[in-house]
């Protein structure tokens, strides 16, 4: 199954340790939405006309997903799955997308700033689009 990561799991130290038997299938570009730090402090989507959220694409195993599913709390309800059109070089695929279901904006949680900002490292963003939809929510580490 197809994963769309657009926070911390882009960081790809984590998603080795969460999902051990993923593979990375390039990026992905969600358009429509908008990236946000909910008031629970972590990374999440929200829709959003005119904006668009960059990410990794991922192919998942069952036990990756049960995995994710555990880490990113849907049994408890911190966040949903849902599937969404996903733009990859030019072409659409649906894939698995996790959404807090909390859509007011808040602070990272502090060891969250480490992780996302390995994640953006990682990822290669254009500073563009770390510039305005990242850092509004996410400093800079110190070395960057």
Known sequence: MLYFAYGSNLWKQQMRARCPEHVEIGAGRLNGWRWIITRRGYASI?????????????ELSEPDILNLDRFEGVERGIYSKEF???EM???DVS???Y?????EEGEPKEEY????NNGIQDAGFPDEY??????????ASPEE
Not at 46 to 58: H, I, M, Q, T
Not at 113 to 116: P, T
């Open 113 to 116: 700033i480490a992780r996302i």
């Open 84 to 86: 969404i059109t996903v």
């Open 130 to 139: 770390t510039v305005r939809y990242l850092r509004p929510f996410i400093l």
């Open 99 to 103: 959404i807090d279901p909390v859509f």
């Open 46 to 58: 929200v829709a959003s006309k005119g904006d668009y959220v960059l990410g990794a694409v991922y």
């Open 89 to 91: 070089a030019g072409r």
């Open 95 to 97: 894939c698995l997308v």
